[in-house]
């Protein structure tokens, strides 16, 4: 089957986890294995949760990152997933139920970046955001503003007395893309720089070709 789901999908939160449900074709014999429950609409999630008494809220996943990593975090018995189930009554029902490693493998693209999208630079006059730093020789270097809402970028720019345009780079191939052509002015990527007593800092900072050849990739 292929995928046909679109984003955002919800999990239900429970017991510290998130809700599965045991599969009904399991042997009798050996201790049965359980699917996690991914529902694609929020209010069919909100009636799953009613029908058994929880209280919480569904958690919402955007993007295949975000849905890669709570995959790989499963540990047996669960080992599916059920998309869809009915959420009343003891019917699964499930509209798709595949295991987690054919999910990993043949349905979610793999991104390695050290963010969620979407991210922004800040283009100005004389190119974008960045701060002046010195390399292990003390040499100088040029480390670019990446920030990871507006908010934080316009903040940056009024906390420097600054004017720009915010830059938004909504996955990973615009992010390498960018990243790429700036490779004579850069050295490094800082993650949401701030101001604080006049010294522009970050505690997040990448080398640029550490981003290029191990995080920015795709699986061939």
Not at 29 to 51: I, R
Not at 59 to 85: G, H, K, Y
Request: with cysteine; hydrophobic share 40%.
């Amino acid at each position: 089957m292929s995928r046909y789901w679109e984003y955002p999908i919800y999990l239900i939160p429970h017991g510290g986890g998130y809700a599965s449900i045991v599969d009904p074709h399991a042997e009798a014999d050996v201790v049965p294995t359980q699917m996690l429950v991914v529902y694609t609409e929020s209010e069919v999630a909100v009636q799953f949760m009613s029908e058994f008494g929880m209280a919480d809220t569904p958690r919402m996943l955007f993007n295949d990152r975000e849905f890669s990593w709570l995959l790989q975090s499963l540990r047996a018995p669960v080992t599916d997933v059920a998309f869809d189930p009915s959420p009343l009554g003891d019917k699964i029902e499930a509209r798709w139920q595949v295991a987690v490693r054919e999910l990993l493998d043949d349905h979610l693209t793999a991104d390695y970046s050290p963010w969620n999208y979407p991210v922004y630079a800040i283009a100005q006059a004389t190119g974008f955001v960045s701060i002046d730093g010195a390399g292990n020789k003390g040499e100088p270097l040029t480390i670019l503003g990446l920030f990871t809402s507006p908010d934080k970028a316009k903040g940056y720019l009024e906390a420097a007395d600054e004017s720009g345009e915010l830059c938004r780079l909504t996955n990973l191939d615009e992010a390498r893309i960018f990243l790429a052509a700036l490779t004579e002015q850069i050295a490094a990527v800082a993650l949401d720089p701030i101001i604080e007593r006049d010294q522009r800092i970050a505690k997040h900072c990448f080398p640029l070709k550490t981003l290029l050849n191990k995080y920015l990739v795709r699986d061939e």
